[in-house]
């Protein structure tokens, strides 16, 4: 398989400020990395498609203004929420496809926005 | 369109019992994989298992087993003798195709209470 970590693990931020999170491929050089959202008792939506070197490519009806992601390198991939509100308040995962086809996912972010 | 349906919401079974999860899937494509990940009360999501669109064999491992079957669409979950630490949110996931980089589709999942 393939080690995906994410940093912060959690974070509580005052509504209007901005949020990075960070998601690291240790193992294997991620061309793609894709980030998804879960609410509470919900299933996960993905929100983005993260090609290193090159623009996110959003899913319908995700704000790519509010949400700005950044795949700078084959290892990491950012996505800062941008003048967070409480609705934002959610459980960011990220992923890698790993060598073998199969979607890796980092421990998750939790952000709370008060 | 792709959609994966998993029917149970919640179940709750006493320990040692088997347990089995539905999932159903819809998809257009021919090729496609299908997925099991397990998510425990710490979030973080578990691989379970990975089933190309070819490979109809049963597969076993240890206490899980899982049964694809083409004709109905469904890859269904069993687990035998469960355990307490079995306790999670299963998550049934469909590829919309057999690239490394294809989307994968989740359905709603099921949480899974184990009794002790």
């Known amino acids: 398989g393939a080690v995906v970590s994410q940093h912060p693990s959690w974070v509580i931020c005052k509504s209007g400020t901005s949020v990075k999170i960070e998601c690291r491929s240790l193992?294997?050089?991620?061309?793609?990395m894709f980030w998804y959202r879960q609410f509470p008792k919900q299933s996960l939506m993905l929100m983005a498609t993260?090609?290193?070197?090159?623009?996110?490519?959003?899913e319908q009806g995700v704000e790519k203004d509010k949400f700005l992601i950044n795949h700078a390198s084959l290892t990491l991939s950012t996505l800062t929420v941008t003048s967070a509100h409480p609705e934002d308040s959610s459980f960011y995962i990220c992923?890698?496809?790993?060598?073998?086809?199969?979607?890796?996912f980092g421990p998750g972010t939790r952000l709370t926005v008060l | 369109a792709q959609k994966v349906t998993q029917a149970q919401t919640e179940i709750s079974v006493v320990e040692k019992e088997d347990v089995t999860l539905d999932c159903v899937y819809e998809?257009?494509?021919?090729?496609?994989?299908l997925f099991w990940y397990k998510q425990p009360p710490s979030g973080e999501l578990v691989f379970l298992i990975r089933?190309?669109?070819?490979?109809?064999q049963n597969e076993i491992s240890g206490r899980y087993s899982w049964n694809f079957q083409k004709s109905t669409s469904s890859f269904n979950f069993t687990i035998t003798a469960s355990q307490v630490v079995d306790s999670a949110v299963y998550f049934c996931?469909?590829?919309?195709?057999?690239?490394?980089?294809?989307?994968?589709?989740f359905g709603k999942g099921t949480r899974l209470h184990i009794l002790p």
């Open positions: 089933r190309n669109s070819f490979d109809e």
């Open positions: 992923s890698i496809s790993g060598g073998d086809d199969t979607q890796y």
């Open positions: 998809t257009r494509d021919t090729t496609y994989y």
């Open positions: 996931a469909l590829s919309e195709g057999m690239n490394r980089d294809d989307k994968i589709i």
């Open positions: 193992d294997f050089q991620a061309t793609t």
């Open positions: 993260s090609n290193e070197g090159s623009k996110a490519t959003y």
